[in-house]
């Protein structure tokens, strides 16, 4: 398995990381003070400056996989891994991309199950950046984790479709700019087939019936621009038309949508765990404490040295599987999904851990980037199904297969 980057792929990134040196870490601060003094769910200033310079750059929609032809930047999901890992170092540098969630798993689902009219309408300036979307499915009713359990009413009632539901932490709902949610419900409750009771529809931000409640925030962190909100559904109406691929598909559509957002996810998080390592490091070398630098005492370099293994077996693992999703698809990868989906977040939190308590009070304060970034790995690790879930599906999975063959 050759996991070399490709000339292609060796030019991005070095685009991709000196771009991140002009125009990402000198901003940092600039963004969350124009996040704090100005409309907090408005997008700040410097993030649609450096869209722009990223479009003209042509790191632009980079996430897409090749197979979708007209709407891709050309790259596989393994070309696409590393720059997505560069990605992660930075929480919002995504959006400067255009390849921020919930919006590139939206984009997903619109190129692989929207018509024509749908791409229209919200594919084309969603790849265009001119607006952003969210992906309602959790409840907190419910556990959510089994998309079986969702209550979400989606009722036909003559041309249209009638939704009624409660909704909970729906990233990317909060933001002005938020034109359209995917909203998964349940279009036949009474079907024998616990696999085919969801359907997933379209449903515009400024519907009738749609009440953005409150922003919920992850260990404090509001996250805004983009949010995580809480929303309600009250009779809401929409054309029969605004159904993806049809009734009892939204079940088939929610595995195709999750797969290569854990493997973004995972990618990102590395990103993120690699940062914290370097950060580990250069707060070694330069902090003393009892006569010498922390990078004498032995327990430091220890964790300096177990976080950089760590770092590189959950990369392995990603590359690996972003190789067998380009090779044979979701379902052929759908064992290391769930290994990465376990491995890296929790990879991540545990190195982030270790840079928080090598820079001590800093590490968990606002003028590092630490604290923040744990609070992101520790969400991650429920998004897209909870690690209690991954394993329970990989662990029955490979009962079954060893069995088999035994």
Request: charged fraction near 25%; proline fraction near 4%; charge should be negative.
């Amino acid at each position: 398995m050759d996991f070399e980057f490709s000339p292609k792929v060796q030019n991005l990134r070095e685009r991709l990381l000196a771009f991140m040196d002009e125009h990402i870490y000198p901003n940092e601060e600039v963004y969350q003070q124009q996040v704090n003094e100005g409309d907090r769910w408005e997008p700040p200033a410097i993030i649609e400056e450096a869209k722009e310079k990223a479009r003209q750059a042509g790191l632009w929609n980079l996430f897409l996989p090749k197979e979708y032809g007209e709407f891709s930047a050309g790259l596989t999901t393994l070309e696409y891994a590393p720059l997505a890992e560069i990605m992660g170092r930075v929480i919002w540098s995504s959006e400067a991309f255009n390849c921020s969630a919930p919006d590139t798993g939206n984009m997903e689902v619109l190129a692989r199950y929207g018509n024509k009219e749908q791409q229209q309408q919200w594919l084309v300036p969603l790849l265009n950046g001119e607006i952003r979307s969210a992906f309602a499915m959790t409840e907190p009713a419910v556990a959510s984790s089994d998309a079986t359990n969702v209550k979400t009413s989606i009722e036909r009632d003559g041309d249209d479709y009638v939704i009624n539901g409660h909704k909970w932490y729906i990233s990317g709902a909060c933001s002005k700019r938020m034109k359209i949610m995917i909203v998964m419900g349940k279009t036949d409750p009474d079907n024998d087939n616990r696999y085919a009771q969801q359907s997933m529809v379209l449903v515009p931000g400024d519907a009738d019936g749609v009440t953005i409640v409150r922003p919920m925030t992850v260990f404090g962190y509001d996250d805004a621009p983009e949010g995580h909100a809480e929303v309600i559904f009250d009779n809401v109406r929409v054309p029969v038309s605004n159904l993806l691929l049809g009734e009892g598909r939204g079940f088939e559509i929610a595995q195709g949508r999750l797969g290569p957002g854990r493997i973004h996810h995972c990618m990102r998080l590395v990103g993120m765990a690699q940062r914290a390592l370097e950060a580990m490091c250069v707060r070694a070398e330069s902090r003393v404490a009892f006569g010498r630098p922390l990078s004498k005492q032995q327990s430091v370099r220890e964790d300096i040295a177990r976080s950089a293994c760590e770092i590189e077996q959950a990369r392995l693992l990603t590359l690996k599987a972003a190789s067998r999703m380009d090779e044979g698809g979701n379902k052929a990868a759908k064992d290391l999904i769930a290994m990465i989906k376990i491995v890296a977040p929790g990879m991540a939190c545990t190195v982030i851990d270790r840079a928080i308590q090598i820079h001590g009070a800093a590490g968990v304060s606002q003028d590092f980037f630490l604290a923040y970034a744990y609070a992101a790995a520790r969400s991650i690790r429920l998004a897209d199904g909870p690690d209690q879930v991954h394993m329970m599906q990989l662990g029955r999975n490979l009962a079954a297969a060893t069995a088999k063959l035994a």
